[in-house]
């Protein structure tokens, strides 16, 4: 009788385990999904998910310009050099009345994603344009796996950071 006691609760724990693996296995948290796809394409889904106002619809649509963040303008763009990561991108508007960028960093293999997001979070010049700025409030960053994004938008930035942590499945 202990021996089918003893077998039974050990079917009852593997049968109560099985279920909260099937049942927890599809909640991807932002911080460890792995965002799929280049940077670009990473960047287009942020810009269709989001919910924007149809005039900075129109900017995302004809008047961003998307470019490569390289050792000659990462200074400009996450606010000082020597950053690793593997990749980036910033997304700005050619001419825009408000103050808007949007950066995607992936990082390297096994890199400490909080302490690139602390790096550029410290960093970030919201007042690197010439006669305006963005509310240090607005400037978000954050990650989805080894993706970290930065946008600083005095009208935009949580809207946009909602879309790419909802990239995030």
């Keep these: ?9 050990t079917a009852v724990i593997i049968a109560a385990v099985s279920l909260s693996t099937v049942a927890c296995g599809n909640n991807k948290t932002a911080a460890n ?3 799929e796809g ?10 269709e998910e989001a919910e924007l106002s149809d005039e900075f619809r129109t900017w995302t649509e004809s008047g961003l310009l998307t470019n490569d963040i390289t050792a000659e303008n990462e200074e400009y763009h996450l606010g000082k050099t020597g950053i690793e990561y593997e990749e980036g991108i910033i997304s700005e508007p050619m001419m825009m009345p408000s103050a ?14 909080e302490a690139l997001k602390t790096e550029i979070s410290e960093n970030a010049n919201p007042n690197k344009w010439i006669c305006v700025g963005v509310d ?11 993706v ?3 946008v600083m938008s005095d009208d935009n930035a949580q809207t946009l950071m909602d879309s790419f942590k909802g990239l995030a499945g």
């Design 1 to 9: 009788m202990k021996k089918f006691i003893s077998i039974l609760t």
């Design 33 to 35: 999904s792995k965002l």
């Design 38 to 47: 280049s940077l670009e394409d990473i960047l287009k889904q942020v810009y």
């Design 100 to 113: 808007y960028a949007l950066c995607l960093i992936r990082a390297g293999e096994d890199q400490d994603i």
């Design 136 to 146: 240090e409030k607005n400037v978000l960053v954050d990650n989805v796996g080894d």
């Design 148 to 150: 970290v994004m930065l």
